[in-house]
């Protein structure tokens, strides 16, 4: 029997009784209830356990057949409901002759992954967990904070023309970024929006607003990975929506995913571009770490230009002088980037590597960090996922530092800096140093110049790494020992990361007061 999720919250409110709230997991009532549900049967006594099996969910697809890929991945989506069983998770008290039952019905052998868990599984269904009104269960409220140059600007455009800006979600809105494609889709000097989706929000005003652009005239482009993972079916829903609106959409490249986040608005007066570090996805910029880079550097918004050209026309082979671009010199680049601070390091330059990124595994990028720390470069890095580094050993890693933080909101963002003999770099990007990432995507890294920017870039590191309350240390060691980080008091970077953004637009207010005054 199916626990009816789709129809019932898993967790039922039960009415109060004096001062007490209870609350009542669904899969119980559905215990409570078996006798009347088998009352036909006449059993004396009833029991029930709960198990959850994941299927295989990789797709794969006929390549002999003329079909398109809108086709191909259609299909595969529907193949996923009939996948094999590979991971089985069950009731620790099940029976040994239902369990062995309940393997062999779903045809699950020894090799697949075997978990003995609790009475209750698929614990995600926590995050709506219901809050009875009791504030205190929940985080405090931190809306995001206004950008004063944003709201005292007519135009973004002509705003982002001036002078480069930045969005950090959740910290920021991403009501300013559909803003600035509203403007697009009006501003009469606008002609083209070409924009990179990987994954949408259930009701994306991303999409309504490229919508209402074709519907003026501007034309449109949407490059729609199809096969982003488990929004496979939401993808293709809003790509065919897309073209009954005019839109022109490209489904991905063949033997490539592309997961950069891109958009390029081509006007009259000057060309703008934006590269982000997460999904143009309303949802997850209110719950994920992203960072957003907006700007009309010329030789920078060309390249953007140039990576549309070649996701249309996968024949060509673009040049990229700004732009770090996978797969075409993404891996070479980084690893030139990391010798260079090897060659620094031991002419006695300034040499040093922070880095803020999801996960850490290629085998390449590994050797060549460890090389670094025997040459004495400082590597400092915030790594939330996977990481294959094993830190803080003699003659191989007594040089990194890698902490993990798993707090409110999900750290997704990736940030470089390289410290380049004096003259820093700064990279933010769609990358994890992954050989997929490297090899089989199409990735983007963009070079950050504002000067404001770099500082807040180095600011959200440093304030990772100062971290003594959420972060914890990654060492290879499993233990995951809470961060000492630099204070002594306790420092939850989140926390002071939006009390910090919060203290400078209300500096940035008395300023402007003062000024007027």
């Known amino acids: 029997m199916e626990i009816p999720t789709g129809e019932f919250t898993r967790f039922i409110v039960l009415p109060e009784d004096g001062d007490k709230n209870c609350i009542m997991f669904l899969d119980d009532v559905i215990r409570f209830c078996l006798p009347r549900i088998f009352a036909q049967f006449n059993h004396d006594k009833y029991e029930a356990y709960t198990i959850k099996f994941t299927r295989d969910a990789e797709m794969e697809f006929d390549n002999t057949a003329y079909q398109s890929m809108l086709d191909k991945v259609s299909k595969g989506v529907k193949s996923r409901k009939k996948g094999d069983p590979v991971r089985f998770v069950y009731d620790r008290d099940i029976p040994s002759d239902l369990l062995r039952f309940t393997q062999k019905i779903l045809k699950i052998d020894k090799n697949d992954v075997h978990v003995c868990g609790g009475r209750y599984h698929n614990l995600k269904d926590l995050i709506s967990f219901p809050t009875l009104k009791r504030k205190e269960l929940k985080f405090v409220s931190q809306p995001p904070i206004p950008i004063l140059a944003f709201d005292e600007s007519i135009s973004l455009i002509e705003l982002i023309r001036k002078k480069d800006q930045y969005l950090h979600f959740p910290y920021h809105s991403f009501d300013n970024f559909i803003r600035l494609l509203r403007e697009s889709a009006i501003n009469p000097e606008v002609k083209e929006i070409k924009i990179s ?3 949408l929000a259930k009701n994306s005003k991303v999409i309504k607003a490229l ?11 949407a490059m729609v990975e199809l096969l982003a993972r488990f929004d496979e079916s939401s993808n293709i829903n809003w790509a065919k929506k897309m073209q009954d609106a005019g839109i022109k959409v490209i489904l991905g490249v063949e033997g490539l995913k592309v997961h950069s986040k891109l958009a390029h608005i081509t006007a009259r007066k000057g060309n703008i571009a934006c590269i982000g570090t997460g999904n143009f996805h309303e949802g997850t910029a209110s719950v994920y770490t992203d960072f957003t880079l907006m700007t009309a550097h010329k030789n920078i918004v060309d390249e953007v230009g140039s990576v549309f050209e070649f996701l249309e026309q996968p024949y060509l082979n673009p040049v990229f002088r700004q732009l770090i671009v996978a797969p075409q010199y993404m891996r070479k680049k980084i690893l030139s980037l990391i010798k260079t601070e090897i060659d620094n390091a031991r002419r006695g330059l300034p040499a040093y590597i922070y880095c803020k990124i999801n996960h850490i595994v290629d085998e390449k990028i590994v050797e060549k960090l460890y090389e670094a720390s025997n040459a004495g470069v400082k590597i400092k890095l915030l790594v939330r996922g996977n990481c294959s580094l094993i830190t803080g050993i003699a003659k191989l890693s007594r040089n990194i530092q890698a902490v993990g933080i798993i707090d409110r909101y999900l750290e997704h963002s990736r940030v470089l800096i390289f410290a380049n003999g004096g003259d820093e770099r700064y990279f933010i990007g769609s990358a994890d140093w992954m050989q997929r990432n490297l090899d089989n995507r199409v990735e983007v890294y963009v070079p950050v110049y504002d000067k404001e920017f770099r500082k807040q870039l180095k600011t959200v590191i440093e304030f ?8 914890r240390i990654v060492d290879g060691s499993g233990e995951n020992k809470l961060n000492p980080g630099t204070s002594e ?4 970077s989140q926390e002071e990361l939006y009390r910090f953004y919060k203290n400078n637009y209300e500096c940035s207010l008395l300023d402007d007061d003062q000024a007027a005054l």
Do not use: H, Q, S
């Open 197 to 199: 989706i990987y994954r």
């Open 211 to 221: 919508m209402c652009a074709a519907m003026n005239g501007k034309k449109v482009t």
């Open 464 to 471: 990772g790494l100062k971290d003594n309350v959420k972060a």
């Open 489 to 492: 008091e306790p420092f939850r």
